[in-house]
């Protein structure tokens, strides 16, 4: 899922929640429900943490599409 990509970014550019959200102009609380799935950026927002991050919007869109095949086979076997 894209929070789960946001986050290993994250953590990949030795930053903390507190760090982003200042750096992206947003609350870390935002920051957190993003990671955790529960809310989902704007374009403009995700184009932005990504600049911060320093990885391309495309990069982490397509590890999101890559994930996405493992996860509809853990969903289709419960």
Known sequence: ???EELRAAR???NLTQEKLADEAGIS?????????NRKSPTVDLLLGLCDTLGVS???LIR???????RRRRRR???
């Not at 870390?28 to 955790?36: A, D, F, K, M």
Request: without cysteine; proline residues 4%; glycine residues 4%.
């Open 28 to 36: 870390r609380n935002y920051i957190s429900l993003l990671e955790l």
């Open 57 to 59: 919007a495309a990069d």
């Open 76 to 78: 289709s076997r419960r």
């Open 63 to 69: 590890r999101v599409e890559n994930d996405a095949p």
């Open 11 to 13: 953590l990949a550019a």
């Open 1 to 3: 899922m894209l929070g």
